[in-house]
């Protein structure tokens, strides 16, 4: 395995991805140092070499370290993005305003769309950074595996060939593998919209509808991520990759899945204010299915199971209500975009 051509990098985060991304740059020879706010995470990185508050019983490698000063990674060739896509503008711009290189690359690794503007992450990037070199990574990469070194594919999106294959190599391991592809847009769209589906995913467990249904929603999920990211730019063999079902059936079928967690509780009758009361981390897929509705009706696409998905997130539509409404619609043929 070559050297790598980076001795330095940052990461924007300080939660389980970010720290789980993180001990790939460290493993791979990279000094690594991750920004946060949370004081007793970041202590515990630097005093313990353990992030335990999102990645229990993981020894970190000795070569990373936490600051919560954005001046101490400016100087970084490779910054990753990996905050939440809520608090992605502020965090960009306060970055910015410290003063970065024109020639850092960065990689948006955050899963998720500005809900305001639409803006996917590295359109948010690109805003702040018009000259520097941005890439996106996604795929099906649960934090709490990626950071036990187990088997992992990834995909890196970007359109100059160049940056794609320099993270290409920072990014390959024995057990850590990534693939390239130009569409970045498509890849981003995705890592967000098969949040949505995982929520709807978790509600079907929640509601004890069984393997069946759940196959159903998962392939029918699939067809309206086709439908809506080629409407929007991308093309739809990513969506046939690793960014597109690769992710959708990790994320839907996974114990570490964040938001099928989210999703069951509210198939098993809690209201989603409760079901945020009892979330530790971040769950995407809400934000994100806000995003992706307002994306779907501004195009014009159909996409019955995000609608639905959204009235019972946003309108408080029983989830029972939202589930007999999809399967009362006309009949069609599967291919009918």
Not at 208 to 228: C, F, P, Q, Y
């Amino acid at each position: 395995m070559p050297e790598s051509k980076f001795k330095t990098a940052a990461v924007l985060g300080s939660g389980s991805w970010g720290t789980a991304l993180a001990i790939v740059l460290g493993e791979r020879g990279l000094d690594t140092t991750i920004y946060g706010i949370e004081e007793q995470a970041l202590a515990d990185i630097n005093q313990n070499h353990q992030n335990a508050r999102y990645l229990p019983d993981i020894d970190l490698p000795e070569n990373i370290s936490a600051t919560s000063r954005l001046e101490d990674i400016t100087d970084a060739p490779l910054i990753l993005l990996v905050v939440p896509s809520q608090v992605a503008r502020l965090v960009i711009k306060q970055l910015q305003q410290a003063g970065v290189s024109k020639g850092t690359i960065f990689l948006a690794c955050t899963k998720g769309i500005e809900s305001a503007t639409g803006l996917s992450m590295t359109q948010l990037l690109r805003e702040f950074f018009p000259d520097n070199p941005i890439a996106a990574l996604s795929g099906p990469t649960h934090a709490e595996e990626v950071a036990r070194r187990m088997a992992t594919a990834t995909v890196i999106g970007c359109p100059d060939h160049d940056t794609a294959v320099c993270l290409q190599e920072v990014f390959t391991l024995p057990w850590f593998r990534s693939y390239t592809r130009e569409d970045m847009e498509g890849i981003e769209i995705g890592a967000t919209v098969k949040n949505v589906f995982a929520i709807a995913a978790g509600i079907a467990d929640g509601l004890g509808l069984g393997d069946n249904a759940k196959a159903a929603m998962v392939t029918r999920g699939l067809a309206e991520m086709i439908r809506l990211g080629t409407a929007l730019g991308g093309k739809a063999s990513t969506f046939q990759g690793l960014s597109g079902v690769g992710d959708l059936i990790v994320t839907c079928y996974s114990r570490h899945s964040r938001n099928n967690s989210f999703g069951r509780m509210i198939g098993e009758g809690l209201t989603v204010e409760e079901t945020l009361e009892k979330m530790t981390q971040v769950a995407e897929g809400l934000p994100n299915t806000e995003s992706v509705y307002k994306l779907a009706k501004k195009t014009g696409v159909r996409t019955p199971l995000i609608d639905q998905i959204y009235a019972v997130l946003y309108e408080n539509k029983p989830a029972q209500e939202a589930l007999g409404e999809l399967l009362n619609r006309d009949p069609r043929t599967e291919g009918d975009s």
